[in-house]
């Protein structure tokens, strides 16, 4: 399967527990979205990545969260000290610079206790 | 806040066509309309897009209005498995802009 992968797929934690999220992109493309998700709304935007430098970041993306692309390739997401607020589906996205059709994964869903 | 406007649910009956209506009265000349589905617990997946000419693809066809202030995606022969969540979405092609905006889109409901 070359399309975008997340991992894990599901994750539960307590709250106050740091929490990190891996996305592959499909494996040419150079655009990398990160969103969120909560129950019964769209998706909102949280940050990209054009390579490895981070190009835009929502105001939703508070200092408790940090993505990071160090090669230009896979990307991680963190989330410190996790609230229950922070329980959503994480969904990452890639394109390619020029054609912006995004791609999605099947996303990250994560439960804050 | 979206730029588009979307009916909150529909219901199609199994085998006949699905017509999803859109509204982005506001468009610009650059934006394109973009359409994506997303079934339940999965990520949204990519449909078609169009500027201002009708497009087709495998999946459904994109109807754009002439003043390009409305749009209708059809799935010509809807199945089970077509039940999902539709959004409409208009951005600007290439450019920095980054993120997609999605609204609450149109539940589609597709009945046997």
């Known amino acids: 399967d070359t399309g975008v992968s997340q991992d894990p797929r599901h994750k539960i934690t307590k709250r106050g527990q740091n929490v990190t999220f891996r996305c592959d992109p499909i494996?040419?493309?150079?655009?990398l979205y990160w969103y969120r998700q909560t129950l019964g709304q769209g998706p909102e935007f949280l940050t990209y990545f054009q390579n490895e430098a981070q190009l835009e970041k929502s105001r939703l993306l508070s200092d408790r969260f940090s993505a990071e692309r160090p090669k230009g390739s896979f990307s991680t997401l963190e989330i410190q000290r996790t609230e229950q607020g922070d329980s959503a589906m994480y969904l990452c996205?890639?394109?390619?610079?020029?054609?912006?059709?995004?791609?999605f994964g099947p996303g990250t869903r994560l439960l804050v206790l | 806040d979206a730029k588009t406007t979307q009916p909150t649910s529909m219901d199609c009956a199994e085998g006949r066509a699905a017509n999803l209506p859109c509204n982005h009265s506001?468009?610009?000349?650059?934006?394109?309309v973009y359409w994506y589905r997303q079934i339940h617990s999965q990520g949204p997946q990519y449909i078609i897009h169009?500027?201002?000419n009708n497009e087709t693809n495998e999946m459904a066809s994109l109807i754009i209005t002439e003043d390009r202030k409305s749009s209708t995606l059809i799935l010509p022969h809807a199945t089970l498995r077509d039940t999902a969540v539709y959004y409409c979405?208009?951005?600007?092609?290439?450019?920095?802009?980054?993120?997609?905006?999605f609204g609450k889109g149109t539940k589609l409901s597709v009945k046997p």
């Open positions: 169009g500027l201002k």
């Open positions: 996205a890639s394109s390619l610079a020029g054609h912006e059709t995004q791609y």
């Open positions: 494996s040419e493309h150079n655009r």
């Open positions: 979405i208009v951005r600007v092609s290439g450019g920095s802009q980054g993120n997609l905006i």
């Open positions: 506001t468009i610009s000349g650059n934006e394109y």
